[in-house]
């Protein structure tokens, strides 16, 4: 923050007249051209550029366009923005929001969309082979089972255990044989 | 070789899936309002006996019932009696109603969570108009949230009676909604007790965080004064009690048959009564701590307007009287007014007409609720906070998981019975089943992202679900006490978990539970025939604010349809089996 005094009015004049000079007709205008009045506390002032080869105030409308133009460098010199260095009459031509060719929203909607299906299909699918192997397991399942209840006995309230029934049908001995045949 | 029901995995998912159910958007979005409207911190008072004498035994009840009839709804009540299955036909129609509207919300919570990866805020600046000089007319009228809201997410159209088109962008994110919803449920108990240990624990986790957040943000203290203040004389307003009531009732989602499907996939020797305990008494005190975190938003979004405000009107004096920069403060204010008005007495009064009268109480009262809290308060809250991108990733995903959650538990409501139906069950298998029921929910869902969709959305909110469910809970407890008998209940009970049941239970289920039921349906009854006309709020885009307008005849004629579908279940399933019988035993009488 810095004090208003007479040397900002000097760097203001003098941006004034840069703004002029950047103008095709009017490169000779000088700082001495930029008259400022009525400057008061709240710091606001009137300020003209002269012409003195004509002697009169060049018109308003052209003053303002030279400071729309540059209107960025004038601000940046005095560390302000639009909305602390007001030019009445001057609106300030506002900067529109970036917009990406590609809004980001759908992309990320694309991305959880995709993830969203993966999940179902996973899930579908696998309940679809679960039911298939389900399917084909009851007959054999419900045999063993009938037959392993109908051998439980009990001695001395003890159950015994009945004979393995996967025992019975794998030979130990010709186990090792089945591991000698070249798979196919 | 029956297939045996689907078990929870542990009574933990059983408990997560009914908070999880229990804890909605009401939590957040209308108990909040409902405490700033009937008295503060006195609210609480009727609130809580509430909660004692109508929540817990009602949620006992249907939570008993599940886990002793073991099916959904409608098996449920037919295993009572038969005429009675029309209520848990009822409570599938309204289930159905419900998830219908209810994932739009998702739906919208999707879209703004989509856009809160973008900085700034897409709803914290106001667009450009055509020439580039201002901004858009119907944002500068109203503020860029409401703006983002109502064009831009819903593109509002004037009225009911204009349809306009289905807007894409919403049909896609609901669309996105009712697929994660079908992820969630696709396996049944299995999908849904892993996926409710989230939607139940995550909002905490976000209210925590907002909760942290939102106390230490600047003016948040007023917002919390202001709501805790007890008004006592509110006490005796009925419209409090009324509301307490309606609160606890709805916000427990009694009458869905949610509940029902859930606890029928319970152990039977699960200890229901405690649970029911647990979860209204845990709903209850989200619903408070929710309000905490509303209110402290509240106050800093009322604090900062206010300050805005000030600063508006310091601007206006000092450019008008030329003084100093920064001379005005706002301690100060007031007094610069006067001294300026007496100074310069014309010059004062030229500029009177624009100098707002900024008040910090009249920022606080306006009470939202519903979506205009969630979509509008909220998120201008937001966009005032340092690293708002982040704020508002959490808060859209806290909703999210609020909104899902009570999805999963509507959903179960009407797929329970569906996949109980030996008829149905037989022909396709339950993912094929709950495929169809989204689809189907999806596909009439796309009305309520039409331009007059939102219209449509607040007509189902207000009356899809109110009358039906306060008269089916009503049947449901008759029917429980009366038909099937309390004492038979009761010894069914005992012999299911071995506990027996504790008289205050017994008192509440045959007689104050349900006169209070029927005390509320008479009195929303006669609020409705007495008010006439209904009426419902338009978005006036050239205003940038809401009108009250009439609903047009057709619409009004919606709504009746709604309500009668569901009530008239009741009656009308009962009578048609009545008249099965009479044409079976008809039948079976031998010939005179």
Redesign the interface.
Same mark, same amino acid.
């Given at each position: 923050m810095y004090a208003w005094d007479t040397n900002e009015e000097y760097l203001f004049k003098a941006m004034v007249a840069f703004s002029m000079r950047k103008v095709p007709n009017r490169e000779a205008t000088e700082i001495s051209h930029v008259l400022l009045c009525n400057v %008061?506390?709240? /710091?606001?002032f009137w300020f003209v550029v002269t012409d003195p080869s004509k002697n009169h105030t060049l018109p308003a409308v052209e003053v303002q366009s030279a400071i729309r133009m540059n209107r960025n460098r004038i601000n940046n010199a005095f560390s302000l923005n639009d909305q602390t260095l007001e030019f009445l009459k001057i +609106?300030s %031509? &506002?900067a +529109? +929001?970036t917009d990406p060719s590609v809004p980001?929203? !759908?992309i !990320? *909607?694309g991305v959880? *969309?995709c993830i /969203? !299906?993966v999940?179902?299909t996973l &899930? !579908?699918l696998s309940?679809i082979r679960q039911?298939r192997r389900k399917n084909k397991e009851p007959p054999e399942v419900d045999d063993t089972e009938d037959k392993c209840e109908n051998m439980i006995t009990v001695e001395n309230g003890i159950p015994c255990d009945p004979l393995d029934m996967k025992g019975g049908h794998i030979n130990e001995a010709f186990m090792t044989e089945d591991e000698r045949l070249t798979p196919l | 070789m029956e297939k045996a029901r689907p078990l929870w995995a542990n009574p933990l998912q059983f408990v997560f899936a009914c908070i999880s159910y229990a804890v909605g958007l009401g939590n957040v979005w209308r108990f909040p309002y409902l405490c700033q409207m009937y008295g503060g911190g006195s609210f609480l008072v009727p609130y809580i006996i509430m909660l004692i004498v109508e929540g817990m035994p009602l949620l006992y009840l249907e939570l008993a019932v599940g886990q002793r009839m073991r099916q959904g709804s409608i098996g449920a009540f037919r295993t009572i009696s038969p005429y009675l299955s029309g209520v848990g036909v009822a409570s599938v129609v309204v289930s159905f109603f419900l998830a219908m509207y209810y994932n739009v919300i998702n739906a919208w919570a999707f879209w703004y969570l989509f856009h809160s990866f973008q900085d700034p805020l897409p709803w914290s600046v106001c667009p450009l108009n055509g020439n580039r000089t201002g901004y858009d007319e119907e944002c500068e009228k109203a503020s860029s949230t409401q703006y983002f809201w109502y064009r831009k997410t819903l593109n509002i159209s004037p009225s009911i009676q204009e349809n306009g088109s289905v807007q894409w962008e919403p049909a896609l994110c609901l669309l996105l909604a009712w697929l994660v919803v079908y992820l969630c449920i696709l396996r049944g108990t299995e999908s849904t007790g892993k996926v409710v240990y989230f939607t139940a624990s995550l909002p905490y986790c976000v209210l925590i965080i907002y909760l942290v957040r939102g106390l230490t943000l600047h003016g948040a203290t007023n917002g919390l004064m202001y709501m805790f203040t007890p008004k006592m004389e509110q006490l005796a307003n009925p419209k409090a009690w009324i509301n307490a009531a309606t609160q606890i009732f709805f916000s427990l989602g009694l009458g869905f048959g949610s509940l029902i499907a859930f606890a029928s996939y319970n152990e039977p020797s699960s200890n229901c009564q405690k649970h029911a305990i647990i979860v209204s008494l845990i709903n209850s005190s989200t619903s408070i701590f929710a309000s905490i975190v509303t209110f402290s938003i509240y106050g800093f979004k009322a604090t900062f307007n206010y300050e805005n405000c000030l600063r508006k009107v310091s601007l206006l004096l000092t450019n008008t009287f030329d003084l100093e920069d920064g001379f005005l403060t706002a301690s100060n204010l007031e007094q610069v007014k006067g001294y300026l008005a007496s100074a310069y007495p014309s010059k004062y009064s030229e500029v009177f007409p624009h100098i707002k009268n900024c008040s910090l109480e009249s920022e606080l009262d306006t009470a939202v609720q519903g979506t205009g809290l969630a979509f509008i308060v909220y998120t201008e809250a937001i966009k005032n906070m340092e690293v708002s991108q982040l704020w508002s990733v959490l808060y859209f995903f806290m909703l999210l998981m609020l909104g899902i959650g009570s999805m999963l538990g509507n959903t179960a409501a009407i797929l329970t019975p569906l996949t109980d139906s030996k008829i149905i069950s037989s022909h396709l298998p339950k993912e094929a089943i709950s495929g169809l029921v989204c689809l189907i929910s999806c596909a009439i869902g796309m009305v309520f992202t039409t331009e007059a969709g939102n219209y449509w959305f607040d007509i189902f909110n207000d009356y899809a679900a109110t009358l039906s469910l306060l008269l089916i809970v009503l049947v449901e407890t008759i029917a429980v006490c009366y038909v099937y008998g309390l004492r038979r209940f009761e010894s069914d009970l005992k012999a299911m978990t071995g506990r027996a049941l504790s008289w205050y239970w017994k008192v509440m289920w045959a007689g104050v539970s349900p006169l209070l039921i029927v005390g509320l349906f008479v009195f929303y009854l006669s609020d409705y025939i007495l008010t006439g006309t209904l009426k419902y709020q338009a978005w006036e885009a050239s205003q940038g604010q809401l009108v009250t307008k009439d609903y047009p005849a057709y619409a009004l004629a919606a709504i009746g349809l709604l309500v009668a579908s569901s009530t008239m279940c009741i009656p009308l399933v009962a009578l048609g089996i009545f008249v099965l019988r009479r044409l079976k035993t008809g039948d079976a009488a031998p010939v005179a």
């Open positions: %008061t506390q709240r /710091v606001s +609106p %031509t &506002l +529109p +929001p980001i929203w !759908i !990320i *909607f959880i *969309f /969203v !299906i999940a179902i &899930l !579908i309940g039911r | -």
